[in-house]
């Protein structure tokens, strides 16, 4: 992948693409010293091979491990400026979509450097990420190449899919119960992997009361392990959730919250995972 | 009154998202007396609603009978759980175990901590209050809010060193009663009891405190230890609150004003209602906190009596300037 | 100490945060006297009345009434023997005339007790005896200045004890309400309670009481027989104004009347 990039254009060309806030973003060259603000863009420089051009991370970051080393700028909600400055990076990339994401953008283009702001909702922006992240880091191609490749795994997947869609339900936090909602990437990769997502509530993440579970009573309820959901309580352990039958039939799983919740190249991984447990409800021996 | 409540409490059960009819909730009640499956009706009616119906009631109890104690104690129209720092103790208790992610095995860990943390808040403005010359009025008042204050910054500093945990934090701040049942009424009771037993015990010391702490020691109420009894009653009441619900406004402060404008300041009478008024007033909240959305999406019950609370609060004010 | 005795004070010393304003202090009273406490102003009266009814921490020496150490009895036990009527009242707004009352039946009560039918006729009485029972519904917010202290009074003539502290109870009255006060005090008085009121005027108090104690810097400067220690020569004396004292027209007790400074 790497020779790829080196075929790409010549040092000293300017690249130029237009971020998703419908501004031109322009280099004399392509970018050599970047930094994300958001953890996913560090994966997909890696994943072009490129992850030398990366000079900080934020506190959170650990993907991939290559970064660790580097400095951290603050945090993805309060991203230190000064620190930033001090870095001298040529591109500082940030995830679009809310509008706090906004400031330090102002603030540090007041100060002159580049800025480029992507959102990554769902795969379409995934993808066109990734290739805009390619033309401004001089490997437009092998970006191409490797949507390309997630494009056709998904497709595979996609035609793979048989049978009855299972209706799931994805927690992203309990207690004070936090779900999937349909505006989630989750609801992407369900309807992807072949389920869909039962709570049909337009927001990124809903609040529900027990009471609404079982009344939707999905088919296979999946609960995310991570920063938002430290100790995911197992479903028998919950008293009002006895009567579900995604317990009964234990179809209950933990997913990982950094492969499920934050979109970015790792979300092809949660449809890959997703898939097989749909597959597993789908060929489950039925009492 | 009384009756206000109970009927309050059979006719919440019916509000929920899933659709039940009067019949089936009626069978799912008998079912506890002649036992019978599991049924998910069961399950919604006695143990979903029937419990968080009760939590939310003994809650509103609680923080009301607690708030009309603050009043009369710090002789202040303002004061409520909050002024005293206890409600911040809980949420900062609470903002530390979630950051740390603290677990206690086979318990419930959130209740506990924030219990711990109410009470270490009290004691904090206790002795504060002590080392500036005494348990007076304003020496409390500026302890609670020095306490409160503190206490605050350092939610603050969780905050914005644990992004991650931010949510859970917030939710907590903001005070709701999903996913709490019985479990939580068990776990309260051992506070709401003692604390209620010891705030009504010394109503008519409450009263008599009106006069100032002189003229109290003049007519034989031993004031030192009353206020000490009473705060440590009101502060039981607050923690077994928030250690099941969060931190929920207004209540506290709305209920007994509204109680003694009713019913005029007599102690015991006023904080018997306080406790009924409270209780119904959150259980309300808490129905319309769970089904004012649509598809069974839930507003967190602080928001709802906050928002109904504060302009009720303006109305009460500008009435009592009128008369 | 003998029996008899009503308030035995030895060798009192008090103040307030390490400022002392009564040195050494010895008083006796016994029982069924009228007392006045007398003296310019910070000579310390109240801070006598205030030790005597026990809300005063830093004490030195002994007081006792009715033969008890106060200092060892509870705050209920002192109440049962010395009902005090403040200088200041508070803001008791809403609060039921009745209610207000009935408060100085508390240290009659048991713990946890409601008050009993004899103790609302207790307050009763005390109500009529102060003509306020027709204020006994009303919110002590809504009382004049006079109709308060007569509700007050009240309270205190309701805890029925032997002994009575008054602290310029007649300051917020008229002339007509303060004679009507102090008719009732020389009623109740005869009756056998002990009164002890410190006073501003010197006029009333010679009036109506039989023993006066002068204070001056925190010590007695004069106690006796009213007769004999209302002179002209003592008053100047004390007050540093020059005074003459005339008998009253009528009762003959002694009156005391300023001096333009010519």
């Known amino acids: 992948m790497l020779e790829l990039c080196l075929l790409g254009l010549p040092a000293g060309a300017e690249v130029a693409v237009t971020d998703d806030q419908g501004r031109m973003v322009r280099l004399h060259q392509p970018a050599g010293r970047i930094i994300a603000l958001y953890g996913a863009f560090n994966e997909i420089l890696a994943d072009l091979g490129q992850a030398e051009l990366i000079v900080a991370r934020t506190a959170a970051d650990e993907l991939p491990a290559s970064i660790l080393c580097k400095p951290s700028i603050g945090t993805h909600l309060r991203p230190n400026a000064e620190l930033i400055l001090a870095l001298r990076p040529d591109l500082v990339l940030q995830l679009g979509g809310r509008s706090e994401a906004m400031e330090p953008v102002r603030f540090l283009e007041e100060r002159g450097l580049t800025v480029a702001v992507f959102d990554m909702e769902n795969f379409p922006q995934l993808f066109s990420t990734m290739e805009r992240i390619g033309t401004l880091t001089g490997c437009e191609h092998a970006a191409k190449e490797q949507v390309a490749t997630m494009r056709a795994e998904l497709e595979r997947i996609r035609s793979s899919r048989t049978g009855t869609r299972p ?19 989750v609801s992407e990769i369900m309807s992807l992997a072949g389920g869909i997502n039962c709570v049909q509530i337009p927001n990124k993440l809903v609040r529900l009361g027990e009471e609404e579970v079982l009344r939707l009573d999905p088919d296979i309820y999946l609960m995310q392990h991570g920063p938002m959901n430290p100790i995911p309580v197992p479903l028998p352990e919950r008293p009002f959730f006895r009567t579900l039958s995604s317990l009964r039939e234990g179809q209950f799983f933990v997913v990982d919250q950094g492969v499920f919740s ?26 | 009154m009384a009756a206000a409540a109970l009927l309050s409490i059979y006719v919440a059960l019916f509000f929920g998202s899933y659709p039940l009819t009067a019949g089936a909730i009626h069978e799912a009640l008998a079912s506890w007396f002649h036992g019978g499956a599991d049924t998910q009706a069961m399950v919604i009616v006695r143990d979903i609603r029937l419990g968080r119906v009760l939590l939310s009631f003994l809650t509103g109890s609680a923080l009301a009978v607690s708030g009309a104690v603050f009043q009369g104690l710090l002789r202040n129209p303002l004061a409520d759980p909050f002024t005293l720092g206890i409600s911040s103790g809980a949420a900062c208790a609470a903002a530390l175990a979630l950051a740390l992610g603290w677990t206690l095995p ?3 860990t959130l209740p506990l901590v924030a219990l711990t943390g109410a009470f270490a808040a009290m ?14 009025r304003e020496n409390l008042v500026l302890a609670g809010i020095v306490v409160s204050t503190f206490l605050g910054a350092i939610i603050a500093l969780i905050k914005s060193l644990n992004e991650e945990s931010v949510s859970a934090i917030v939710f907590w701040i903001l005070g709701s009663f999903q996913g709490r049942g019985f479990e939580h009424v068990q776990l309260m009771l051992p506070y709401l ?38 705060l440590i009653g009101a502060g039981m009441l607050t923690a077994a609150a928030v250690c099941v619900s969060g931190i929920i406004g207004f209540v506290g402060l709305v209920v007994p004003h509204l109680v003694r404008m009713l019913m005029g300041p007599e102690s015991r009478p006023m904080l018997l209602f306080s406790a009924l008024g409270g209780g119904v007033l959150l259980l309300w909240s808490d129905v319309m906190a769970r089904t004012i959305l649509h598809h069974g999406a839930e507003l967190p019950v602080g928001v709802v009596t906050a928002l109904f609370g504060a302009p009720f609060f303006c109305l009460i004010m500008a009435r009592g300037r009128r008369t | 100490m003998t029996m008899g005795k009503m308030v035995h004070v030895e060798g009192l010393c008090a103040g307030y945060d390490g400022q002392q304003v009564l040195h050494d202090l010895t008083l006796n009273v016994s029982r069924g006297e009228f007392m006045a406490i007398l003296g310019p102003n910070g000579s310390g009266k109240t801070t006598l009345l205030r030790a005597l009814s026990g809300v005063l921490s830093s004490v030195k020496g002994s007081i006792h009434i009715a033969d008890q150490d106060t200092c060892r009895l509870s705050a209920r ?35 946890l007790g409601g008050y009993s039918d004899a103790d609302h006729d207790c307050a009763r009485r005390a109500m009529q005896e102060t003509s306020s ?15 308060l202290q007569r509700v007050i009074m009240a309270k205190a003539l309701a805890q029925d004890t032997e002994l009575l502290l008054l602290d310029e109870a007649a300051s917020n009255l008229d002339v007509a309400r303060t004679v009507d006060l102090y008719e009732l005090l020389r009623a109740r008085n005869l009756n056998g309670l002990t009164i002890l009121t410190v006073a501003h005027d010197l006029n009333l108090a010679a009036l109506y009481c039989r023993r006066l104690v002068f204070l001056k810097g925190g010590r007695i400067v004069a106690d006796g027989p009213t007769q004999e220690i209302f002179t002209s020569h003592l008053l100047s004396d004390i007050y540093e104004t020059p005074i003459a004292v005339v008998p009253h027209p009528i009762t003959g007790a002694p009156q005391a009347h300023l001096l333009p400074r010519a």
């Open chain 3, 133 to 147: 029972l027709h204020l006994r519904s009303r919110h002590a917010g809504t009382l004049s200045g006079g109709e």
């Open chain 2, 123 to 136: 004691f904090m403005v206790l002795a504060l209050s002590r080392l500036a010359g005494g348990f007076s």
């Open chain 1, 262 to 287: 934050r979109p970015g190249p790792r979300s092809l991984e949660a449809v890959r995972q997703l898939s097989r447990i749909v597959h597993g409800w789908q060929n489950r021996s039925r009492p």
């Open chain 2, 193 to 230: 009891v003692p604390g209620m037993a010891l705030v009504l015990g010394f109503a008519r010391e409450l009263d008599i405190l009106a006069l100032g702490a002189e003229q109290a020691v003049q007519v034989g109420v031993a004031v030192a230890r009353v206020r000490i009894a009473l």
């Open chain 2, 106 to 108: 086979g318990l419930s």
């Open chain 1, 167 to 185: 209706r799931i339900f994805f927690e992203v936090r309990y207690p004070n119960l936090l779900a999937a909602g349909q505006e989630s990437i």
């Open chain 3, 77 to 111: 036990g002192r109440a049962r023997l010395c009902a005090t009527v403040a200088q200041k009242n508070p803001d008791l707004s809403a609060l039921q005339v009745l209610s207000l009352v009935l408060m100085g039946r508390y240290p009659h009560i048991a713990f």
